[in-house]
T-cell receptor, first 111, second 113 residues
C-alpha cells in the first residue's frame, strides 16, 4: 500500500460545479497535512494547510479525519483557473523525518 | 522577501558530464528538500538537508548523486556522469521547521543529450 494515495482522476467538471478530492495516508503517526496545486510544468504551490478542526479559505475547504486517516479538499463554484493537479502532502517524524507527496489528482474545469 | 531561488532554470548536459543544481532557500529557512519529477509523473523525494547536515537521503540514488548544504552559500545537488534517465525537473523546497509547509523554487529542467 502506498504511504499516500490519491485518485489520479482526471476529474472533468463544468464551471460552477463543486468537486471533492480525498487522500488517504497509511502512517497513523503523521503530523502535518497540506494541499498543494501544481500547474503544468510549474512548481507546486501551497494551497492550504489542513487542521484537525478543518479550515476554509474562500471557495476551498480542507478537512482531516485522523480516525479514518484521510484528508479531503472541497472546491466550490469551480473556475476555469482551478484546472490543475492537486497534491496531498503528509509529514511525520516517525523513524526519521518524512514528507510524502501524493501523485496528485488532475482537475479540468470546462466552460 | 525573495522566495526559493533555483538556478539554472534549464541545464543541458551530454552523457557523462556533471550537472550541478543550486538552491538558495527562503530567508530564515534552514531546512532544504530536493525532489525530482519526470514528465507526467508525481514528485519524488530525494534528500532533506539542514545546514551542513544530510538528515534523510533515502530517496537519492546511492551512486552518482550527492547533495550538500554548506554553512555559507546555496544547497547543491550534484549529478556525476549523467545518463539520459536523469532528464527531469528538479525542484528544491525550503521550510523554517519540519512541520511547516515547504515553499518551492521554480525548478531546474535538466536535459541530457
Amino acid at each position: 500500500r502506498k504511504e499516500v494515495e490519491q485518485d489520479p482522476g482526471p476529474f472533468n467538471v463544468p464551471e460552477g460545479a463543486t468537486v471533492a478530492f480525498n487522500c488517504t495516508y497509511s502512517n497513523s503517526a503523521s503530523q502535518s497535512f497540506f494541499w498543494y496545486r501544481q500547474d503544468c510544468r510549474k512548481e507546486p504551490k501551497l494551497l492550504m494547510s489542513v487542521y484537525s478542526s478543518g479550515n476554509e479559505d474562500g471557495r476551498f475547504t480542507a478537512q482531516l479525519n485522523r480516525a479514518s486517516q484521510y484528508i479531503s479538499l472541497l472546491i466550490r463554484d469551480s473556475k476555469l483557473s482551478d484546472s490543475a493537479t492537486y497534491l496531498c502532502v503528509v509529514t511525520g517524524n516517525t523513524g526519521g523525518f518524512k514528507t510524502i507527496f501524493g501523485a496528485g489528482t488532475r482537475l479540468f474545469v470546462k466552460a | 522577501n525573495a522566495g526559493v531561488m533555483q538556478n539554472p532554470r534549464h541545464l543541458v548536459r551530454r552523457r557523462g558530464q556533471e550537472a550541478r543544481l543550486r538552491c538558495s532557500p527562503m530567508k530564515g529557512h534552514s531546512h532544504v528538500y530536493w525532489y525530482r519529477q519526470l514528465p507526467e509523473e508525481g514528485l519524488k523525494f530525494m534528500v532533506y538537508l539542514q545546514k551542513e547536515n544530510i538528515i534523510d537521503e533515502s530517496g537519492m540514488p546511492k551512486e552518482r548523486f550527492s547533495a550538500e548544504f554548506p554553512k555559507e552559500g546555496p544547497s547543491i545537488l550534484r549529478i556525476q556522469q549523467v545518463v539520459r534517465g536523469d532528464s527531469a525537473a528538479y525542484f528544491c523546497a525550503s521550510s523554517p521547521t519540519t512541520d511547516q509547509p515547504q515553499h518551492f523554487g521554480d525548478g531546474t529542467r535538466l536535459s541530457i543529450l
